[in-house]
């Protein structure tokens, strides 16, 4: 049904000897030139940042909830709409800043267990800090890791709005591009009659790579103050990984003098245990790592560094595992408190990960302890609850596939309840949710060894 096609590019010649001194000149002629493009292009397209949104509209995962993510750019937010969905489609989370890169927006849509293609469409508004429209002359957005599960299910994306795009030449692409009839134009405000779609393959990138160039588009905006974007999958079989973790990054991926996050966080959590609070967190792809920063915040604004880690204290493959615990008297004289981990290049470059909340000393005694993390063959699951009643633990896989139950009755004030016999299950991440009387009261990410 699509197509798409590639460009050959001619083999070069061989030079002589006598082109030698020619040749060099010309190359770093040519090196010059391309810096300077680059440079010019750093200098003109803005790197937008999507960190921490907030729900200001509507209700979470529904059509016309609307997430605010605060300064993208100096004095500017975007806003960022669900417009439509379709097919089923289910929004797991509007921006996940574990996997992949903090800066980038990284919604995760789910959908439903059949064969067909579901998406949510999104509409994007840039305005200033005063609540102004505000228009880029020009903004680039990449798509990053379009892929699938390697087994049944791929991964597409579109745009309405685009002024053009580009996808890698370096490898040929993997990516079906074609142009498609505008049927959704809900609000009436697309900028064009098309949408322009990539459809992804089923093949797998390991987790989401600036560096997959044979599954990534870039696209252009002029004079853009409203971006229109659909994110959704093919399902071929039931049974595959339904949750897909989406990319787009803000920013001219093809100047390969940015330096885009090195480590990519699977997990970062940050619990209170007795008169202290761990820090754990695990990273794939940090060979070029030389530390990491544990900043602490009493106010979410003014961040203090209050421990540096040198080296993992265990690898497993290409993982890497760390932990912190942060014991100062200090802690115990607020009631919330912020941690983020900056980490540091080889080079001096850094980033920073998402921020994590602690509540602690709280006079709710709000309270949820899950140990060991990670696990091996079963969890404890301290909570404090506010009336007797039922409980219970569901341990969910990241495709959404309930995967343990455990059930308990509990009084007020502290309860455990085990989660027993999970040797058989598969490494990896998971969510535990904790349901009191019918109402989920947290959901903590916890990892299988």
Known sequence: MYSVSFVKTSKPKKMTKNSTIVGKGILMLTIATIFSIFAAQAQTIPKLKFRQPQLVAGID???????????????????????????????????????????????????????????????????????????????????????????????????????????????????????????????????????????????????????????????HFTNSSKIKFYTGSTVGAPGGSLNRYHSIYFMDIRAKFFSVLPVTYRTFTATANNNAVNLFWITDADARNAHFEIERSFDQTNFSMVGIILGAQQVNGISSQYSFKDGAAELFNHKTIYYRLKQVDADGRFTYSTVKMV???????????????????????????????????????????????????????????????????????????????????????????
Do not use: C
Request: glycine fraction near 8%; aromatic fraction near 8%.
């Open 359 to 449: 509540k602690i000393n709280s006079d709710e005694k709000a309270f949820i302890q899950i140990s060991p993390n990670p696990y091996m063959d079963k969890l404890n699951v301290n909570f404090v609850s506010h009336e007797n009643g039922n409980a219970e633990v569901r341990l969910i896989s990241t495709s959404g596939k309930l995967v343990k139950i455990a059930a308990s009755s509990v009084t007020k004030g502290y309860n455990t309840v085990q989660v027993l016999n999970l040797n058989s299950e598969a490494a990896g991440l998971y969510i535990a949710n904790i349901i009191i009387n019918d109402k989920v009261v947290a959901s903590v990410k916890v990892v299988k060894q």
């Open 61 to 219: 995962g529904t059509v016309g909830a609307t997430y605010k993510f605060t300064d993208v750019t100096l004095g500017v937010d975007a806003f960022i709409r669900i417009e439509d969905i379709n097919n089923g489609a289910i929004l797991v989370n509007i921006d996940d800043s574990i996997v992949g890169y903090y800066d980038a927006w990284q919604p995760t849509v789910g959908g439903p267990n059949v064969a067909g293609s579901s998406y949510i469409k999104w509409n994007i508004d840039f305005k200033t800090s005063a609540g102004s429209v505000y228009s880029f002359a020009t903004v680039d957005a990449a798509a990053i890791d379009v892929d699938g599960d390697n087994s049944s299910i791929s991964e597409f994306v579109g745009v309405n709005g685009q002024s053009s795009y580009d996808i890698p030449t370096q490898i040929p692409s993997l990516l079906t591009i074609t142009s498609l009839s505008d049927t959704d134009n809900v609000y009436g405000d697309d900028p064009n009659p098309t949408n322009l779609w990539a459809f992804g393959p089923i093949t797998n990138r390991a987790n989401i790579d600036t560096s997959s160039e044979d599954v990534r588009i870039n696209y």
